[in-house]
């Protein structure tokens, strides 16, 4: 049975990125009659590796009745296949604060991005580093397994879309990534479908969760244009969800849904796009995942 969780991202951050107040993000979710949360390690408390003070967030998550199934760990400014290596060690240890942090709050699953935007002065990606590229990212996820085993909270890398800005960005569909994980333990490194980004590098979203498979355990729900990563509600876009809700029922998917719509695409408020998915995830459990726009 599906479990949908909102992203704290929706109420939390604002045009700079800079999230707001945790419980008043909580309440907004708990009132929108989700259950569950995606967690948002990202503002500038997360931008330098130390510890994170978990405690208001378990008060606030008790007192509202939201269970934390996942955190998105730190995305600005971090890339764990950095060729410089004071960037690569930094990125590795805030996402491993995050991961600490959900442990502490009871969550289960930390979404991580298997590489980053490089900057101006970190080597950019193409075809001919795509090897040294995926081989440093993979050092630092070997490098989280630890904190995996340390702390229970397990690693779903998520595929990025690479269509557009980053065309030689490795890891973005699920053939390589599955390949990427396979030496590693499954209870301790999955993966997450993004059914956006799969869109937008233009890959099928329902046959890249039949190839992610057993190892898929979290689902960044939205949709797209095809060409933008839009995170608008589910039936705005061009995926079809017809197909991806029979892509999840046969390889048994049991992980975490989130709905990972967003206002920046849209004149909508937080407000209405949460029901818009509250709305939406009623009809999907009491229907089946049919098409949006055909109902």
């Known amino acids: 049975m599906a479990r949908y969780s909102l992203t704290a991202g929706l109420f939390s951050l604002d045009e700079k990125g800079e999230p707001g107040d945790l419980a008043a993000t909580l309440e907004a979710i708990a009132a929108a009659g989700f259950g569950e949360v995606e967690l948002m ?4 408390e997360w931008e330098k590796p130390g510890a994170h003070d978990a405690g208001p967030c378990r008060e606030a998550l008790e007192r509202t009745g939201i269970f934390p199934h996942t955190i998105h760990t730190p995305m600005t400014g971090t890339n764990l296949a950095s060729s410089i290596e004071a960037i690569r060690r930094d990125s590795i240890a805030r996402i491993a604060d995050a991961m600490r942090y959900l442990g502490e709050v009871g969550g289960r699953t930390a979404i991580v991005h298997p590489t980053g935007h490089p900057t101006p002065d970190e080597e950019p990606y193409a075809l001919e580093n795509r090897g040294a590229v995926m081989e440093r990212s993979h050092r630092s996820v070997t490098e989280l397994v630890a904190v995996a085993a340390e702390t229970g909270v397990r690693i779903a890398l998520e595929n990025l879309g690479s269509k557009t800005r980053n065309p030689y960005r490795p890891l973005s569909s699920m053939q390589e ?3 990427f994980i396979a030496g590693f333990p499954p209870e301790h ?12 590098s233009g890959l099928d979203p329902a046959e890249q969760a039949r190839i992610a498979s057993e ?3 979290a689902l960044h729900i939205q949709d797209v244009d095809g060409r933008e990563d839009c995170h608008w509600v589910p039936g705005r876009g061009v995926i079809d969800w017809s197909a991806v809700g029979e892509a999840l029922a046969a390889i048994g998917f049991d992980g975490a849904w989130t709905m990972e719509a967003m206002t920046s695409s ?3 408020t937080a407000e209405q796009v949460a029901a818009e998915c509250k709305a939406l995830s009623e009809r999907w459990e009491a ?8 109902g």
């Open 41 to 44: 390690a990202e503002g500038a």
């Open 177 to 179: 990534l599955r390949a």
């Open 215 to 217: 190892r898929l355990c």
């Open 189 to 200: 490194v999955g993966l997450c479908l993004d059914t956006g980004h799969a869109c937008v």
């Open 266 to 268: 849209t004149e909508a």
């Open 287 to 294: 229907e089946g995942m049919a098409n949006p726009d055909k």
